[in-house]
Nanobody, 125 residues
Framework: QLQVVESGGGLVQPGGSLRLSCAASGFTLDYYAIGWFRQAPGKEREGVSCISPSGGSTNYADSVKGRFTISRDNAKNTVDLQMNSLKPEDTAVYYC??????????????????WGQGTQVTVSS
Protein backbone atom coordinates (compact mmCIF):
# COMPACT_ATOMS: atom_id res chain seq x y z
CA GLN A 1 0.00 0.00 0.00
CA LEU A 2 1.38 3.38 -1.03
CA GLN A 3 1.11 5.98 1.68
CA VAL A 4 2.82 8.77 3.56
CA VAL A 5 2.83 8.94 7.33
CA GLU A 6 3.42 11.96 9.54
CA SER A 7 5.01 11.90 12.97
CA GLY A 8 6.38 14.32 15.53
CA GLY A 9 3.34 16.28 16.58
CA GLY A 10 2.54 17.14 20.16
CA LEU A 11 1.96 19.83 22.75
CA VAL A 12 4.47 22.66 23.00
CA GLN A 13 4.57 26.02 24.73
CA PRO A 14 4.61 29.26 22.73
CA GLY A 15 8.11 29.96 21.53
CA GLY A 16 8.98 26.29 21.50
CA SER A 17 9.96 23.98 18.67
CA LEU A 18 8.77 20.77 17.08
CA ARG A 19 10.07 18.71 14.22
CA LEU A 20 7.57 16.90 12.03
CA SER A 21 8.58 14.06 9.77
CA CYS A 22 6.89 12.64 6.69
CA ALA A 23 7.84 9.11 5.72
CA ALA A 24 6.85 7.19 2.61
CA SER A 25 5.71 3.61 2.63
CA GLY A 26 5.59 1.49 -0.49
CA PHE A 27 7.40 3.95 -2.73
CA THR A 28 10.44 6.20 -2.76
CA LEU A 29 10.16 9.93 -2.43
CA ASP A 30 12.97 10.69 -4.87
CA TYR A 31 10.61 11.71 -7.66
CA TYR A 32 7.99 13.37 -5.51
CA ALA A 33 7.53 16.90 -4.34
CA ILE A 34 6.27 17.07 -0.77
CA GLY A 35 3.90 19.59 0.67
CA TRP A 36 2.98 20.29 4.26
CA PHE A 37 -0.53 21.54 4.93
CA ARG A 38 -2.43 22.29 8.11
CA GLN A 39 -6.02 22.61 9.21
CA ALA A 40 -7.07 24.43 12.33
CA PRO A 41 -10.50 23.87 13.92
CA GLY A 42 -13.19 25.64 11.95
CA LYS A 43 -10.80 26.68 9.20
CA GLU A 44 -9.97 25.42 5.74
CA ARG A 45 -6.82 23.44 5.14
CA GLU A 46 -3.96 25.70 4.07
CA GLY A 47 -0.52 25.24 2.60
CA VAL A 48 2.45 25.65 4.90
CA SER A 49 5.50 24.66 2.87
CA CYS A 50 6.65 22.48 0.02
CA ILE A 51 9.89 21.12 -1.39
CA SER A 52 10.80 19.93 -4.87
CA PRO A 53 11.93 16.35 -5.56
CA SER A 54 15.59 17.38 -5.57
CA GLY A 55 15.24 19.64 -2.56
CA GLY A 56 16.53 22.55 -4.59
CA SER A 57 13.32 24.54 -4.41
CA THR A 58 11.31 25.34 -1.31
CA ASN A 59 8.30 27.51 -0.63
CA TYR A 60 6.78 28.84 2.55
CA ALA A 61 3.54 30.49 3.51
CA ASP A 62 4.07 34.07 4.67
CA SER A 63 2.79 33.13 8.12
CA VAL A 64 5.68 30.70 8.71
CA LYS A 65 8.57 32.28 6.83
CA GLY A 66 11.64 32.61 8.98
CA ARG A 67 10.26 30.17 11.56
CA PHE A 68 9.74 26.91 9.67
CA THR A 69 12.26 25.01 7.58
CA ILE A 70 11.48 22.15 5.23
CA SER A 71 14.16 19.63 4.29
CA ARG A 72 14.41 16.20 2.79
CA ASP A 73 16.67 13.19 3.03
CA ASN A 74 15.96 10.97 0.06
CA ALA A 75 18.31 8.32 1.40
CA LYS A 76 16.05 8.00 4.44
CA ASN A 77 12.91 8.52 2.36
CA THR A 78 11.74 11.30 4.64
CA VAL A 79 10.86 14.98 4.55
CA ASP A 80 11.01 17.02 7.74
CA LEU A 81 9.43 20.27 8.82
CA GLN A 82 11.36 22.04 11.56
CA MET A 83 9.07 24.44 13.36
CA ASN A 84 10.60 27.08 15.62
CA SER A 85 9.18 30.04 17.53
CA LEU A 86 5.79 28.38 17.55
CA LYS A 87 2.72 30.48 18.17
CA PRO A 88 -0.76 29.51 19.38
CA GLU A 89 -2.06 30.24 15.88
CA ASP A 90 0.13 27.40 14.58
CA THR A 91 -2.15 24.97 16.38
CA ALA A 92 -3.60 22.62 13.78
CA VAL A 93 -3.52 19.14 12.34
CA TYR A 94 -0.54 18.98 10.03
CA TYR A 95 -0.60 16.84 6.90
CA CYS A 96 2.09 15.88 4.45
CA UNK A 97 1.27 15.10 0.84
CA UNK A 98 3.23 13.84 -2.14
CA UNK A 99 2.97 14.70 -5.83
CA UNK A 100 5.08 13.04 -8.50
CA UNK A 101 7.27 15.16 -10.70
CA UNK A 102 8.56 18.70 -10.77
CA UNK A 103 5.72 20.35 -12.70
CA UNK A 104 3.30 21.11 -9.90
CA UNK A 105 1.63 23.93 -8.06
CA UNK A 106 2.94 23.82 -4.53
CA UNK A 107 -0.26 25.27 -3.07
CA UNK A 108 -2.84 23.33 -5.10
CA UNK A 109 -4.01 20.55 -2.80
CA UNK A 110 -5.79 18.77 -5.64
CA UNK A 111 -2.52 18.07 -7.42
CA UNK A 112 -1.19 15.86 -4.63
CA UNK A 113 -1.43 12.09 -5.09
CA UNK A 114 -0.90 10.81 -1.55
CA TRP A 115 -1.93 12.22 1.81
CA GLY A 116 -1.12 11.22 5.33
CA GLN A 117 -3.58 10.97 8.19
CA GLY A 118 -2.23 14.04 9.92
CA THR A 119 -0.50 14.79 13.20
CA GLN A 120 -1.79 17.19 15.83
CA VAL A 121 0.31 20.18 16.82
CA THR A 122 -0.91 22.18 19.80
CA VAL A 123 0.82 25.35 20.92
CA SER A 124 -0.40 26.40 24.33
CA SER A 125 0.86 27.46 27.71
Amino acid sequence: QLQVVESGGGLVQPGGSLRLSCAASGFTLDYYAIGWFRQAPGKEREGVSCISPSGGSTNYADSVKGRFTISRDNAKNTVDLQMNSLKPEDTAVYYCAAVRGSDYDCWDQYEYDYWGQGTQVTVSS
